[in-house]
């Protein structure tokens, strides 16, 4: 069965250190996501992403943070100056088409460590 | 505000048992409702889901979930489970927001053998 996959599993950075998470999102699919979970909480979502563009952000997902599709393949997450507070692990997400009935695939998720 | 409630933290419980977690919304209108699974180093994992017609779905692995709307709820169900059903249950929702999935707290399962 096809999978999403994330690289690394593990980031550990300084904080104001800029870092990106990257996601191979299953082939077909065409819609892209992007949740958290802080250890111990709710995992939240942060962005969707459809043809190049933002579909919908969440009230976490602020100026620090900026997602792309750098190539056919990947997509990724750019926090650019990382504060303690976004230790988390990030899970990624893909879905084959939009709307709210659709499942989406996660990936195994990165284990973000900002020391 | 809108929530997703998961009514247990951890269930412990033996093989063969019967299990069933709860879980509540409390979205007005349509919603579109799913459990996950993530067993012990791997991904979440799609159990099942509802979004229209009969309110009570089957999954993989021998889960089911019956949707009542007039209680918000979504509640997990196994008949009788097996040491590998040990893993975190997430029940989640999405309210017509376009991919947005609300998740719940989880509920840790572990069956004993």
């Known amino acids: 069965e096809p999978e999403v996959t994330q690289t690394p599993s593990h980031q550990v950075t300084q904080m104001g250190q800029e870092v990106i998470l990257r996601c191979v999102p299953i082939?077909?699919?065409?819609?892209f996501y992007w949740y958290r979970q802080i250890l111990g909480q709710k995992v939240e979502f942060l962005v969707s992403?459809?043809?190049?563009?933002?579909?919908?952000k969440s009230e976490i997902f602020d100026d620090q943070f900026s997602v792309e599709r750098p190539d056919g393949s990947n997509f990724t997450l750019k926090i650019r100056s990382t504060k303690l507070e976004d230790s988390a692990m990030y899970f990624c997400a893909s879905s084959q088409s939009g709307g709210s009935n659709q499942p989406q695939h996660f990936g195994d998720g990165t284990r973000l460590s900002i020391l | 505000a809108q929530s997703v409630s998961q009514h247990n933290h951890h269930v412990i419980l033996s093989e063969a048992a019967s299990l069933e977690l709860g879980c509540n919304y409390s979205y007005g209108g349509t919603v579109n409702l799913f459990w996950y699974v993530q067993y012990p180093g791997q991904h979440l994992q799609l159990l099942l889901k509802y979004f229209s017609g009969d309110p009570l779905v089957k999954g993989i692995k021998g889960f089911e979930a019956e949707f009542i709307k007039s209680k918000f709820s979504f509640n997990l169900r196994k008949p009788s489970v097996q040491w590998s059903d040990t893993a975190e249950y997430f029940c989640?929702?999405?309210?017509?927001?376009?991919?947005?999935?609300?998740f719940g707290a989880g509920t840790q399962v572990v069956v004993t053998p």
């Open positions: 082939s077909n699919h065409l819609y």
């Open positions: 989640a929702v999405n309210a017509g927001s376009w991919g947005k999935l609300q």
């Open positions: 992403f459809y043809n190049n563009e933002i579909s919908e």
